[in-house]
């Protein structure tokens, strides 16, 4: 078993995808481990905020099953695959690290490329895995979370109300 860890952001009918991502998530590996949800104001362009948040979870499935999985669950999520890299979207669900698999491929890179200096994945990774250790920077997350310049954040821990009505809650 290897322990993963997803990134989740919706900022399209997000009080609908993110439950359904989490729910999804949940009937997919089991248990959960899930960060709080953080508003965040788009980056890169003009849109709505968004709900982020970092799941935790324990597979033996392969890296590609997985992603396929994520993928897929993207799609059901009304996910279209022409959008461009910043734009607003219905859901986007990122495989960060698997355990201690590298991949560097040209559609896939685990651990997920700079995603440290994003504060909408860096701050709830931090929350869940405060002492798992960066790969490359061998720095803890709760580390990374601290060095991190937070004077222009626009950011804020949030808790919807269908938070309390997920059926998938290990944490």
């Known amino acids: ?26 009937q997919q590996f089991g ?15 003009d849109g709505d905020d968004f709900y982020n948040l970092v799941v935790g979870f324990d597979s033996a499935l392969p890296v590609a099953d997985i992603v396929q999985r994520l993928k897929q669950m993207e799609l059901d999520n009304g996910r279209t695959r022409n959008c461009q890299k910043c734009s607003p979207r219905t859901l986007d669900l990122d495989l960060l690290l698997y355990g201690d698999v590298r991949i560097n491929e ?16 860096l701050q ?42 997920l059926a998938v809650i290990a944490n």
């Not at 248990?31 to 362009?45: E, K, M, N």
């Not at 040209?106 to 504060?119: G, K, S």
């Not at 580390?143 to 954040?153: A, M, N, Q, S």
């Open 1 to 26: 078993m290897a322990q993963g860890y997803i990134s989740i952001g919706s900022n399209i009918d997000k009080d609908v995808h993110i439950p359904a991502s989490i729910n999804g998530l949940g």
């Open 124 to 165: 709830p990774l931090a929350e869940i895995a405060p002492d798992l250790i960066h790969p490359t920077l061998q720095l803890s997350y709760a580390e990374l979370w601290r060095r991190y310049d937070k004077t222009e954040l626009k950011q804020m821990r949030v808790v919807p109300d269908w938070l309390a009505g």
């Open 106 to 121: 040209t559609d896939l890179q685990i651990p997920r490329p700079d995603f440290e200096c994003y504060a909408y994945v």
């Open 31 to 45: 248990a959960l481990t899930l960060s709080g949800i953080y508003q965040t104001a788009a980056v890169g362009f």
